[in-house]
């Protein structure tokens, strides 16, 4: 029997290995051929994202909503930052933003939002101002006030890229299910920060939260798409598992509190190190909850 199921184990990670691993790379005759699946995969390839299970509101003893930085200059979170540079690497990996953009573009994502509350939804064309800038250069304005036409080597254009997100605001819920005795999490939004590209070039730009997009409504794009492995890249996560398996480093700078929501600078302000300590307050006030329920 444990032989029987230890065959068995190894057979599913073998085909999972096939399924997330660069297609037909060992058996392509020419390079075009690289990624290109049979149908005979495509068939077997049945891969959706785990679908949430149903939590009936009265099955949730507490619950907590918070907000969180995800700072891509850590370590931890470099799969959700890189690649930036896509000129020399295969169409397969891209990063989160590049990812989030193309399929807002490409309607796969169909709702924007302008904030973490979901209130108020927007469009590609109404964010176009936060992610382009076109400035007409001293000579361009010269040929205008001249009367003439203008010139495309006067027209410069700055566009926000994958390179200029500094960080991720996810805002998730913390909550207690009584039925499973469990404390969980469960991702509700995510929006991408850069800076204002009017101000991009100053020494300490101002960061703004481009748009918000509620988690579910992304799940499948972010679960086909896939990010490097750097333990083995023959089996890359999907995004969708990195951010819902909180595979990341983030700290809290904003909870649900009866002050409106406020968030920890407006109450903690200029000291860096009391708001960190704030913040693991706040995440320890959520953990001891769980704790404490089995202390008797």
Request: contains cysteine.
């Amino acid at each position: 029997m444990r032989i029987k199921n230890f065959l068995l184990t190894v057979a599913i990670v073998c085909t999972v290995s096939s399924t997330f691993a660069q297609a037909n790379i060992l058996n392509a005759k020419s390079p075009d051929q690289i990624g290109v699946r049979t149908e005979a995969q495509k068939a077997i390839d049945n891969d959706k994202p785990l679908e949430y299970g149903y939590i009936d509101d009265r099955d949730i003893l507490y619950s907590k909503m918070v907000w969180e930085k995800v700072v891509l200059d850590e370590r931890a979170n470099f799969p959700l930052y890189y690649p930036i540079d896509t000129n020399n690497i295969g169409s397969n990996r891209r990063s989160l933003y590049d990812v989030l953009m193309k399929s807002i573009k490409e309607g796969k994502i169909e709702n924007i939002y302008d904030d973490s509350y979901f209130t108020t939804k927007r469009t590609l064309k109404d964010i176009q101002a936060s992610l382009t800038l076109i400035d007409t250069t001293e000579m361009g304005i010269e040929q205008l006030n001249a009367g003439e036409a203008l010139s495309a080597e006067y027209i410069n254009r700055r566009d926000i890229t994958a390179a200029h997100i500094t960080e991720y605001h996810i805002k998730g819920l913390w909550y207690f299910d009584k039925r499973q005795a469990e404390l969980k999490y469960r991702l509700l939004g995510i929006a991408p920060v850069a800076p204002d590209v009017n101000f991009i070039d100053a020494d300490q730009p101002d960061l703004i939260e481009l748009f918000w997009v509620f988690y579910p409504d992304a799940r499948e794009v972010l679960h086909e798409a896939k990010s490097f492995n750097n333990e083995n890249s023959s089996m890359p996560f999907s995004f969708d598992h990195i951010l819902n398996s909180r595979r990341f480093h983030g700290y809290i700078y904003q909870e649900e509190n009866v002050q409106g929501d406020r968030k920890i600078t407006e109450y903690v302000s200029e000291n860096a190190l009391m708001q960190l300590l704030e913040s693991e307050r706040i995440k320890d006030k959520i953990r001891d909850f769980e704790l404490d329920m089995w202390t008797y």
